[in-house]
């Protein structure tokens, strides 16, 4: 194995590279955890590569289709349910971690030189995972779905001069409905994972040359190498992070609604609402005017992405009040949005499928595995570093294992 | 001289970059903007009996609610909130328009409850009543903007 990959490396070109590589530090501070969440957005988002595509070889894209692929994958197709669900529940946590990642390298302040590029590409990436959240969520072609699409398709119509075509453009017609699906398929499928997975690479290798950022005010307590050392961990925490991911995924499957019919139009559902990262925004249009939205969402925007340039001083505070403003006023709309929601019953015609018995305890019995890895690459990363000590002289005690 | 010169292959440089990616751009974007067009007009047709108090359908393209007044009355209007396009929900018990999306409010004739987030009413629609049979069709029964 070791021979192929030094074949390899050495047919590549690639010895520098691999030696630059295996010197890269990472230190340790008191703020090292964050660290760990960009990770586990990539490994999320490798997740839902992999889930989608196995979707899409029985998703059918077209409004009369839709619905009852969707329906079939969870009923009919062995594993359709759980990797429905995983895709969904995917999605919410990449997002999730994505966020949490954004905003700690904002408070850390990683973004600055020479990390300006790197910052970009994340914004851009957030606005392509937001862009995935949207796109997805109409496929099922569900009432639920078709109402939040409805009404987010709609809602660039109200921003004078170029607005009406943005949702033109969302709809690819007058009104949501079959053309719409396909060109929120064609974007969900084709033209955002391309650009996604162009940026993730330009993302990763800046890291891979500038290395993690140390913030300015942390002590720091050591460094370690990146690929003998943390990558070990970060592998640990990705398994530990699949454990409880699949266990949720099975254990809490993704419900499908009721589909949407064109021909006899029905009432949105009770409390018709987007995801929750969309919350924020939903609820700023039920309080202000489209324009002021789209006006606060532009200049969040344009600051979030020129952040680094803005930030030249070392004990610069402004921008961790403007972030802490930020977050309050996401975190105020999304919690003010969940509270006007009104409790309802069971809704009707809601599809739920779980695996039987056996295949739910085998994915626990899966998750414990994972957790088991974990702990075995922890002691052997452990052991590891106990022999590199030893080998330079270092004192300590002898490994037990 | 040297420097003219360069100046001078940068602009042939861009001029043939342009004229390969305009055209390009411009088909590409005209491919994906394409919007079809929607048959506007048409009826639709449905037994008095359904509306009880009220019955959504559709019209050519248009979601339409048919309601039934406290006085037998049959009246039909665009069914779409003129904020940001949900369906509108009639509530019998006071008589007016509901969208449950961003809580819009039309009184009894459609028109749009002022502080609630529809800027526009809703357009009332012409009903013919032949014994039992209603024809629903896309005019509006007043002219608009009246």
């Known amino acids: 194995m070791s021979q192929w990959f030094t074949s390899i490396t050495h047919a590549l070109h690639l010895e520098g590279v691999l030696a630059a590589l295996k010197k890269k530090p990472v230190t340790h501070h008191r703020h090292t955890i964050w660290y760990y969440f960009g990770g586990l957005t990539l490994f999320f988002l490798i997740i839902q590569f992999v889930t989608g595509i196995l979707l899409l070889f029985y998703y059918v894209p077209s409004a009369e289709g839709a619905h009852e692929s969707v329906k079939r994958i969870m009923t009919e197709i062995p594993f359709g349910w759980l990797i429905r669900s995983m895709h969904s529940w995917g999605a919410n946590i990449f997002i999730a971690f994505m966020i949490i990642h954004m905003f700690s390298t904002f408070f850390l302040r990683s973004y600055r030189h020479p990390r300006e590029l790197m910052w970009i590409t994340g914004v851009i990436l957030m606005l392509l995972a937001l862009g995935f959240g949207f796109t997805g969520y109409l496929l099922p072609w569900d009432e639920t779905a078709f109402f939040a699409t409805q009404i987010g398709a709609e809602t660039p119509a109200e921003v004078p001069i170029l607005g009406e075509f943005v949702a033109l453009m969302i709809k690819g017609a007058k009104e949501v409905g079959g053309a719409t699906l396909t060109r929120m398929f064609a974007l969900h499928v084709g033209v955002f994972p391309l650009i996604t997975l162009l940026v993730v690479l330009a993302h990763i290798t800046m890291i891979m040359l500038f290395g993690v950022s140390t913030p300015k005010s942390a002590v720091v307590r050591g460094e370690e190498k990146y690929f003998s050392s943390y990558l070990p961990k970060e592998l640990a925490v990705w398994l530990i992070g699949f454990a409880v991911f699949i266990v949720i995924a099975a254990?809490?499957?993704?419900?499908?609604?009721?589909?949407?019919?064109?021909?006899?139009?029905?009432?949105?559902?009770?409390?018709?609402?987007?995801?929750?990262?969309?919350?924020?925004?939903?609820?700023?249009?039920?309080?202000?005017?489209?324009?002021?939205?789209?006006?606060?969402?532009?200049?969040?925007?344009v600051f979030w992405a020129v952040a680094p340039f803005l930030d030249r001083h070392a004990k610069n505070k402004v921008h961790t009040i403007v972030g802490i403003f930020i977050l309050l006023v996401i975190a105020a709309m999304t919690v003010m949005a969940y509270s006007e929601l009104e409790p309802v019953g069971e809704t009707p015609g809601v599809l739920k499928v779980q695996g039987d018995s056996d295949v739910l305890n085998a994915i626990w019995f899966f998750a414990v595995m994972s957790l088991f890895t974990a702990f075995v690459i922890l002691l052997w990363r452990k052991r590891n570093k106990r022999l590199q000590e030893l080998e330079n002289g270092g004192a300590g005690e002898q490994p037990k294992i | 001289m040297e420097g003219k010169r360069r100046n001078v292959l940068k602009g042939i440089f861009g001029a043939t970059a342009a004229f390969f990616t305009a055209p390009i751009?411009?088909?590409?974007?005209?491919?994906?903007?394409?919007?079809?067009?929607?048959?506007?007009?048409?009826?639709?047709?449905?037994?008095?009996?359904?509306?009880?108090?009220?019955?959504?359908?559709?019209?050519?393209?248009?979601?339409?609610?048919?309601?039934?007044?406290?006085?037998?009355?049959?009246?039909a209007f665009t069914a779409t909130c003129t904020h940001l396009k949900c369906i509108v929900s009639y509530r019998p018990q006071t008589s007016d328009f509901f969208c449950k999306c961003h809580r819009g409010e039309y009184d009894t004739n459609g028109v749009n409850v002022p502080g609630t987030r529809p800027k526009r009413p809703l357009t009332e629609l012409t009903v013919n009543k032949d014994g039992e049979t209603l024809t629903i069709s896309l005019t509006p029964l007043k002219p608009q903007n009246a």
């Not at chain 1, 995801?275 to 005017?289: A, G, H, K, V």
């Open chain 2, 25 to 75: 751009v411009y088909a590409v974007g005209r491919f994906i903007s394409h919007i079809p067009d929607v048959k506007s007009g048409g009826s639709a047709t449905l037994a008095a009996s359904e509306v009880a108090p009220s019955k959504l359908i559709r019209v050519g393209e248009e979601p339409v609610v048919v309601i039934k007044e406290k006085d037998g009355d049959i009246r």
């Open chain 1, 251 to 301: 254990l809490y499957p993704w419900e499908l609604g009721r589909a949407y019919d064109m021909a006899n139009p029905t009432e949105p559902p009770d409390n018709v609402h987007p995801e929750w990262y969309f919350m924020f925004l939903f609820q700023t249009l039920r309080i202000m005017p489209e324009w002021m939205a789209f006006l606060g969402f532009g200049l969040f925007l």
